[in-house]
């Protein structure tokens, strides 16, 4: 059996992160299995050929994507030479559509199966994507258990393996982290357009909430992609602020009371750790516009929307305000019983999710499909 070669296609921080354990996980089963495409730092540390950094694709909304038209444009042709010279066996998409979607379609029309893990949410928005999927993707791996019946319901089969944030936090060891009074963390998102949008709000958030609460202490758990320096310089300097490294992230949300956070993948992770979360986001007054339109779902939050109701609040465009943020986080602080109650329900969440294993169990799922699972 030859060494397969896996093509990967990360296109943020957080998909980079999954595209990582995944490619650990297809190791465990072929060692010999060699990663190349669009890699981040994760998939940088594991070894995989980077045809182009992650980075090149960090961007956000849609007006802000449009500058940088003619250098996507340009990596997509890189991208189509590449994957007819290399011949890869199989290429394998996490998350990011606007870009994946294209590569999916050079693959596919290359003859090279493509397996989509960390399904594009269509079912959030535009669902009729699904019929674009039919066409060009070979599986999808999903990672909610209510995006199998969706698929079903346009002919399409889903495979269910977990979600892969379980594998990440290794929750048995976060039982012994202590949550520290008082303490509260920052996750202001991995985008240099995210963190310069939301980090003032929320430094202006943690001056109201010391006003009533002089004993808080604010914790900045920073993307590794991010400078320190970039975070201090949007933070007041008359406000303590402590900045953590993402290999530190987990025993630092459960070691705090609460989190002021981006809508996104952290939102997640904090729910599963049990720490409480305001989730903040804002892009362009265009882009939002553009949203509100094709959006199909009541929440943003994957926590919300895996509970179907609103356990993380959520502030958005012109609600992500200062003010409301802070009234939102000192309810927490302040009413021992909100507090109680909410980490019922991220308890319950816990176990709707599931258990730990998605990775490897994605991994057979392309491995076997692929024909390059060993014989047992």
Request: glycine residues 6%; charged residues 20%; hydrophobic residues 45%.
């Amino acid at each position: 059996m030859s060494s397969p070669l896996v093509w990967i296609s990360a296109g943020e921080l957080s998909g980079d992160m999954h595209a990582a354990a995944l490619a650990r996980a297809i190791r465990e089963f072929r060692p010999d299995a060699r990663m190349r495409g669009i890699a981040g730092p994760y998939l940088r540390e594991l070894g995989a050929e980077t045809l182009f950094p992650m980075e090149n694709l960090a961007v956000m909304g849609i007006t802000e994507v449009l500058r940088y038209l003619p250098a996507i444009f340009s990596m997509l042709k890189a991208i189509r030479k590449d994957l007819l010279q290399n011949r890869p066996d199989m290429v394998v998409l996490v998350d990011a559509p606007s870009f994946n979607f294209r590569v999916a379609k050079i693959a596919s029309e290359a003859g090279i199966p493509v397996y989509y893990y960390i399904s594009p949410k269509v079912w959030a928005s535009r669902p009729g994507r699904v019929h674009f999927m039919k066409r060009h993707i070979r599986r999808i791996i999903s990672i909610l258990p209510f995006e199998k019946t969706f698929f079903k319901k346009y002919g399409m089969e889903a495979d269910y393996v977990g979600n892969p944030i379980v594998d990440m936090l290794n929750l048995p060891a976060l039982e012994g982290v202590q949550i520290e009074p008082g303490r509260i963390g920052v996750m202001p998102g991995s985008r240099n357009k995210e963190i310069t949008t939301l980090l003032p709000v929320f430094s202006d958030a943690a001056r109201r909430i010391r006003e009533r609460r002089p004993d808080a202490s604010f914790h900045c758990i920073k993307a590794p992609n991010i400078a320190d320096s970039r975070i201090m310089e949007l933070w007041p300097h008359d406000i303590p602020l402590t900045i953590i490294n993402s290999d530190q992230r987990y025993a630092c949300i459960k070691s705090c009371e609460l989190l002021l956070a981006a809508s996104g993948t952290a939102t997640l992770e904090s729910a599963l750790i049990g720490t409480p979360t305001v989730v903040a986001y804002k892009v362009s007054p265009l882009t939002a516009f553009i949203i509100k339109k094709i959006i199909t779902v009541r929440y943003v939050s994957l926590p919300n929307l895996i509970m179907n109701r609103p356990i993380f609040p959520e502030l958005l465009q012109e609600n992500a305000t200062s003010e409301k943020i802070a009234d939102a986080a000192l309810n927490w602080l302040e009413n021992p019983a909100s507090s109680a109650l909410i980490r019922s329900d991220l308890a319950e969440l816990r176990r709707i999710v599931g258990k730990p294993g998605a990775a490897g169990r994605a991994a057979q799922v392309i491995l076997k499909d692929a024909g390059f699972m060993p014989c047992a």
